[in-house]
């Protein structure tokens, strides 16, 4: 399997999957084993990665946990949402939540606004437009966007990520790949457009600590090819709005975080 991070080779085994402290479990999971893994890995203090995307795109169509769980009917509603929290540049404490089965009434708002995926591969749906200061962007066909967990930042067109970062006062470091921001900076949101609604994100999503210095801005360069989504919409989107997957009738919904 190869990531954006490195290599994985190794071999397939079963086992019962399950949450720890819970009752709820997969039975006859298959999943992948490492015997080698790209050094960036080995650099990780997790122990794996549970995909969450739609079994269309597991390695050797696998079917992942969350869709096991369903089809084996352990959950109560088809849903599994991620809620991740604004807490600055610390490991120390969690980071948010992960809710299997049911809505998480204890960090998301009851409304949910229900999005139409346009593939089941990624958590995949249309992204209408992008605007941010005297910066708007509106390609008469959208873009196909995914919300993607596995990402730090979130990927989008590079005249897009140009034209955003000149806005709000980035600046391109070539020797490191990546825009530049005054932790301090007070700048515009940046709104996006999906199925008829306008989403606010916040600075304090996409100003990102990248410990002593200037802070980064999370949004990076993506060259998408083949049936690759035009934008990534990473972890700083998923600090602005709860994310809702549902796998039963194949829709993404967002929610205002209380």
């Not at 997969?26 to 203090?45: D, Y």
């Not at 122990?47 to 869709?67: C, E, K, R, S």
Request: glycine fraction near 12%; include cysteine; aromatic fraction near 14%.
């Amino acid at each position: 399997m190869t990531y954006n991070t490195g290599e994985v080779k190794g071999f397939f085994g079963v086992d019962t999957f399950c949450f720890t402290n819970t009752s709820v479990c997969v039975n006859g999971q298959q999943f992948g084993q490492a015997t080698t893994i790209g050094e960036a890995f080995g650099k990780q203090p997790e122990d794996g990665i549970i995909g969450l995307g739609w079994p269309a795109l597991a390695v050797n169509q696998q079917t992942p946990p969350m869709f096991n769980l369903l089809n084996q009917g352990k959950l109560d509603l088809p849903y599994f949402v991620v809620y991740l929290a604004e807490i600055g540049p610390t490991s120390q404490i969690n980071g948010g939540a992960f809710t299997v089965g049911g809505l998480d009434t204890t960090n998301c708002d009851a409304n949910v606004d229900w999005v139409p995926l346009t593939s089941r591969t990624f958590w995949q749906f249309k992204l209408s437009g992008v605007s941010s200061g005297s910066y708007t962007q509106t390609p008469s066909s959208g873009w196909q966007a995914a919300a993607d967990t596995a990402a730090s930042f979130i990927g989008a067109p590079k005249s897009v990520v140009t034209s955003l970062a000149k806005v709000i006062g980035a600046t391109y470091v070539p020797l490191t790949g990546a825009f530049f921001i005054d932790c301090d900076a007070v700048t515009p949101d940046i709104v996006f457009t999906i199925n008829g609604k306008t989403y606010n994100m916040p600075s304090s999503s996409f100003v990102v600590s990248a410990g002593p210095g200037p802070c980064m801005f999370a949004f990076y360069e993506l060259s998408a090819g083949g049936f690759y989504p035009s934008w990534m919409l990473g972890p700083p989107f998923m600090r602005a709005f709860c994310h809702v997957h549902d796998m039963q009738n194949g829709r993404l919904g967002l929610a205002n975080i209380k």
